[in-house]
């Protein structure tokens, strides 16, 4: 006769009696106490000191600057190294990781009516927050602390006159004009550039080239800027063109945008990622990248740029002489540009364009910049002193 089979009976454990017990790496390990709300409070306040600590060196001290100009370039580049083998803008995932794992955690403790977890989680996302903020500064921030594009190629930004500003907008028409016409069109006569891919490995060859000209670009080549792929129409709506991600150290470009402004748009995220932190900088090296380039489509995007941005600031200083010069355009520019104002007037006016501007204005501001999204526009007095030193 055999003895019956005992059952051993085990306590159960329902999963969801006590949502506060430790589970993952600390539950069964059982290693030291997580830390204390308070202490990453403390945590995120020593990141803020440290990052307020840097920018006032790099602002105070030009060799401390240059020293940690270069240690940004280098942790960007190595960086970049690793983003750029992903086919896809990995900025665009930090973003969409940045919105919805810090949702998805709030929605399980507030299921949960955790209130001790939604504090220390909420603790631990400051301190997130304020790491981030002192990584923002400390790999893209501090090349706001550097000398002057301008000042680093001897050029000299004076007040110039409205006759000196019409002197180089008819430049720009004439040179404008005159690409107008042989470049990639569709049918309707709207500009067709082809290969995002191709335009980006272009913009590298392109700085290159000027680095044989301008030491101030003899700097380690970033990775390519890569097309956006999850967001071009909600960059669109937030009123971008593109960014630069300095915590992937990646540039991302909508192509949401008409292909006139692509190259153009493309150079300016790709002087991002060679460390020049200014708007108007990066626009005026966009500007040179694009102007003598071989590559009809940098060429035309370059001037037609030029244009629309001194011929802004003649519209504003002098309306007649601007309609002077915008009776000058070319059929294929005047096209170009009703194309461009169609395109923008998608997004104008709403709450959420004006939302994405004022974030844009604030980011810009808090970077040293006091014009905010204006500064863009401050390219035309870069322009005009190139313009002016030139023609001495
Ligand atoms: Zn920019």
Not at 67 to 87: E, K, M, Y
Not at 135 to 144: A, D, E, I, K, M
Not at 243 to 271: G, K, L, M, Q, R
Not at 303 to 323: K, P, Q, S, T
Request: proline content about 4%; aromatic content about 12%; some cysteine.
């Amino acid at each position: 006769m055999s003895a019956p089979r005992t059952r051993l009976r085990l306590p159960r454990f329902r999963r969801r009696e006590d949502p506060r017990r430790a589970t993952g790496y600390r539950g069964y390990r059982g290693s030291g106490r997580p830390l204390q709300w308070w202490a990453w409070l403390a945590l995120g306040v020593g990141f803020l000191a440290a990052m307020w600590a840097l920018w006032a060196a790099c602002g105070a001290f030009p060799a401390v600057s240059a020293l940690f100009r270069r240690v940004a370039r280098l942790c960007s580049n190595c960086i970049g190294f690793f983003t750029g083998l992903l086919p896809i803008p990995a900025a665009e995932l930090l973003v969409a990781a940045v919105v919805i794992v810090p949702l998805w955690w709030l929605c399980k403790v507030l299921k949960w009516r955790d209130w001790p977890a939604l504090w220390r989680g909420l603790c631990r996302l400051v301190c997130l927050g304020c790491a981030a903020a002192f990584l923002f500064v400390f790999l893209y921030g501090v090349h706001h602390t550097a000398p002057s594009l301008a000042s680093q190629m001897g050029l000299e930004v004076t007040q110039y006159s409205t006759a000196q500003l019409e002197a180089f907008v008819t430049h720009t028409v004439e040179q404008a004009n005159a690409l107008a016409a042989q470049v990639p069109r569709d049918e309707e006569g709207t500009c067709d550039f082809g290969s995002f891919r191709q335009m980006s490995k272009q913009s590298r060859r392109e700085y290159s080239r000027i680095k044989q000209e301008y030491a101030v670009f003899d700097r380690p080549q970033a990775g390519l800027v890569k097309r956006s792929f999850l967001g071009g129409r909600i960059m669109s709506w937030v009123d971008l063109a593109g960014f630069y991600c300095p915590w992937v150290a990646e540039s991302t470009v909508s192509t949401d945008v008409v292909d006139s402004h692509i190259p153009f748009n493309i150079a300016h995220e790709n002087a991002h990622a060679l460390g020049i932190g200014p708007e108007a900088e990066c626009n005026f090296a966009a500007w040179l990248v694009c102007k003598d380039s071989e590559d009809i489509r940098f060429a035309y995007s370059g001037w037609l740029l030029a244009y629309i941005h001194a011929g802004n600031a003649l519209h504003a200083a002098d309306y007649e002489a601007w309609e002077r010069q915008y009776r000058a355009l070319c059929p294929e520019i005047i096209h170009d540009i009703a194309v461009l104002n169609e395109s923008l007037k998608r997004f104008e006016d709403t709450k959420v364009n004006e939302l994405g501007s004022a974030a844009n204005d604030a980011l810009i501001k808090a970077t040293g910049q006091a014009d905010g999204i204006r500064s863009y526009g401050r390219v035309v007095d870069l322009m005009l002193a190139y313009f002016s030193a030139v023609n001495e």
